[in-house]
């Protein structure tokens, strides 16, 4: 009979073992309460002794192996002629043996049974004492509004905060007091009138002159702190004015598809452009990711076209369509936003002629695109100098312009 | 890590920096502590500064009485607590009262540490929680850890003090696998906001923290609303600081202990909270503490007898509809 020993429980608290030292090789001969392994617990290092006699034919648990309780850690062969066959033969348990699962008490909270409290009959005038101070502090009689009903008894804080807003705020002037986040109490101690409406309350906020205070998104908060940290990136910037009438003739996509494209391609002879600095590291990729700036409302998102080199033209311009549609819809994933080492953005739609982009932390660098104007755009690169210097930014642009001046290769674009 | 390897690594540097440091208890040298916290200590320091002692916890306390007013820093391990009661005269009459009948003249340098609570099926004997008899004795701080942070920066600034120190640890936290968080400011007498919120503040430590913190989830979707849980350092002194502007935002006190109700800390806690800021509350303090029974050995009757997440959540639940959440 096979018999399979498993990690012991050996105190209370013990979820998991370490496997110290095999008292036994396989092929020993073991007599029941032998030694047979040394076992670490929560508490100690114990000698564990057999629970059965036979010959050790199998050891699943190396040294120093950490286990959880119950998982097999060898076999013992109790008929020892069956054991001499079996010695060292594979064994069917295999260690990937789903270990048993853990005897952990549940976590699991259910509040269902809950009974609703009892309903406390109190005399009026009863409040808590923060709603009595309240209550005081505005000038209410508690126990006259409790007797018609307008409180409820006891009452809370916030019982008296719903009765006093309703009372001197129209419904309106409420909304305004969320909006600019104001203090109702002291607004209504400031106006000084009985019922503020939203009049009151526009020419209260004209004359303090105050500020609507905005969170910004969860998003935006990501693009302010990205921001800062490309303020720590040492950058240099170069200026090219490209020809891409060629491209102009063509046209069959945007302007932005064609520069992606061209980008793609050249970054291939290029190692540096697809480089990135993190932590200490450089980190080189094979693949022509560019990111692309779309800016949705107030959000700003920057997601990434991968392996370009790879991609037709068009495949490209169907890409920057789809992660347009799915920036507006705010249905950008992780993967979306992640891979590129070097960014495009844009402003040229807008007829601007040249601007300086801000690098996103970890690319090598960034493009922005002007107008064109007679064939000609004017294009600034931000470079980060960590990776890529000078010369080789500038055989990056030169190859750049070959590109757009060669119509062999403008033409086979599709 | 571990928990108990926090305490483990607290005990090595201080030994290390400081060659006064010593610590002695019952299988604390060569068998490495009945919870392996005092592991390797008596391999790299020597029997004469990782102290085995005969199971004399009275004479463990005083000796390291002795070794402090003689220039030593002891720090002196009780198996659990439930076997400090026979070291309640040294602690109570000597340890805490030696610097103030000495007119500060003798200082006193010395910790006291022992894991309390419920572990698991150990029965009344065995699974108490005592506190109470350590914040109401004046002359001594009682220090908690309730997770590795706590217990590495603690452990180290309760050994640095010159005061003597009860230093509490929780027997099911020693296994638990935690992180210490780099801390450098780290102050036992200041409590941690480990949860920010603005409609409950929930007080709690040791093993209770955590489950509390498993519970919070729940109350918040429940109730809709926003829990607040502190994570103290030291019961005494107290960080009353911490707590009242924290019930000051809130309105609402909530202490989970796991020591029995009557006559808890837990009660002393709210004590406080009432004379304080009692125009503040907007709902009665709440405990929820342990029954008022010896631990039964039972394990279904042994977590009736303390409180649970799934106690916890309910209990503030149905506490919060009661008063107006």
């Not at chain 1, 705020?169 to 939203?198: C, H, M, Q, R, W």
């Not at chain 1, 990136?233 to 069959?252: A, M």
Request: charged residues 30%; negative net charge; glycine residues 6%.
């Amino acid at each position: 009979m096979e018999y399979k020993v498993v990690m012991p429980q050996l105190t209370d608290t013990m979820e998991e073992g370490k496997i110290v030292r095999w008292l036994k090789k396989e092929g020993d001969y073991v007599k029941k309460d032998e030694p047979l392994v040394e076992i670490e617990s929560d508490k100690a290092v114990m000698e564990v002794p057999s629970m059965r006699e036979g010959v050790l034919v199998k050891i699943l648990a190396e040294e120093g192996e950490e286990l959880p309780v119950g998982q097999p850690i060898a076999v013992i062969e109790t008929e020892v002629e069956k054991a001499k066959e079996e010695v060292g033969k594979p064994v069917e348990v295999k260690k990937e043996e789903k270990p048993p699962e853990k005897r952990k008490e549940k976590v699991e909270i259910k509040v269902e049974g809950i009974k609703p409290p009892e309903k406390i009959k109190l005399p009026e005038g009863s409040a808590s004492p923060s709603a009595r101070k309240l209550a005081g502090e505005l000038g209410l009689n508690l126990k006259e509004l409790q007797g018609k009903g307008e409180i409820p008894t006891p009452a809370h804080e916030k019982d008296i905060k719903e009765y006093f807003y309703k009372k001197f705020f129209t419904k309106s002037a409420l909304d305004i007091l969320k909006e600019y986040n104001l203090d109702p109490e002291d607004v209504y101690k400031e106006i000084g009138k009985k019922k503020i409406d939203k009049t009151d309350l526009e020419r209260y906020i004209k004359t303090k002159n105050i500020p609507i205070t905005q969170k910004p998104s969860d998003i935006q908060s990501v693009l302010i702190k990205n921001l800062s940290k490309s303020t720590q990136i040492p950058v240099y910037y170069i200026t090219h004015q490209f020809d891409i009438s060629l491209i102009l003739k063509q046209e069959k996509y945007t302007i932005t598809a064609y520069i992606i494209k061209i980008f793609g391609d050249v970054m291939q002879d290029h190692p540096k452009i697809r480089t990135v600095y993190r932590n200490g590291m450089f980190y080189t990729y094979p693949s022509s990711n560019i990111s692309v700036a779309i800016s949705v409302g107030e959000e700003l998102f920057n997601p990434t076209i991968k392996n370009v080199e790879t991609k037709s033209l068009k495949q490209v311009y169907e890409d920057l369509q789809n992660l347009r549609e799915k920036s507006k819809e705010k249905k950008l994933t992780v993967e979306d936003i992640q891979g590129a080492t070097f960014s495009i953005s844009n402003l040229g739609m807008f007829g601007i002629k040249q601007f300086f982009p801000v690098i996103p932390p970890f690319h090598s660098g960034i493009a922005g695109i002007g107008v064109a104007v007679d064939g000609i755009i004017s294009v600034s690169f931000t470079f980060d100098h960590r990776v890529v210097n000078g010369v080789q930014a500038a055989q990056f642009v030169i190859e750049l312009e070959k590109r757009m001046k060669d119509q062999k290769y403008i033409k086979s674009l599709k | 890590m571990l928990y108990r390897e926090a305490l483990n690594k607290a005990l090595d540097e201080m030994m290390e920096k400081d060659e006064t440091v010593v610590i002695l208890g019952e299988d604390v040298g060569f068998y490495g502590g009945n919870y392996r916290v005092t592991e390797g200590l008596y391999a790299k320091y020597g029997e004469k500064r990782a102290i085995d002692t005969p199971i004399a916890e009275n004479s463990i306390v005083g000796n390291a009485i002795g070794m402090a007013i003689g220039g030593l820093r002891p720090v002196a391990e009780i198996m659990t607590v439930n076997f400090i009661l026979i070291a309640m005269d040294q602690i109570v009459n000597q340890m805490a009262k030696l610097r103030y009948m000495s007119g500060g003249k003798v200082e006193l340098p010395m910790v006291v540490r022992t894991p309390q609570g419920v572990s698991k099926q150990l029965a009344a004997q065995h699974s108490q929680s005592l506190e109470r008899f350590f914040t109401s004795t004046p002359g001594l701080i009682t220090m908690v850890a309730s997770d590795a942070t706590a217990a590495y920066y603690g452990l180290k600034y309760a050994i640095e003090l010159d005061d003597p120190v009860i230093f509490l640890e929780h027997e099911l936290l020693y296994p638990m696998k935690m992180e210490i968080q780099e801390r450098k400011d780290f102050d036992p007498f200041k409590a941690d906001v480990v949860k920010e919120g603005k409609d409950i503040t929930v007080v709690s430590y040791l093993k209770m923290l955590h489950d509390t913190l498993q519970a919070v989830s729940v109350i918040e979707k429940e109730l809709g609303v926003s829990v607040e849980v502190i994570n103290l350092h030291s019961l005494n002194p107290l960080d009353m600081e911490t707590i009242s502007k924290s019930v000051k935002k809130t309105g609402r006190f909530v202490i989970v202990t796991e020591e029995p109700k009557t006559g808890s800390f837990a009660g002393e806690i709210v004590s406080k909270v009432t004379e304080e800021l009692f125009y503040q509350l907007d709902a009665p303090p709440l405990r929820i503490c342990g029954e008022d029974v010896p631990t039964p050995y039972n394990r279904k009757l042994e977590l009736l007898s303390i409180p649970t997440p799934d106690k916890i959540a309910k209990q503030i639940i149905y506490w919060g509809r009661e008063n107006g959440i």
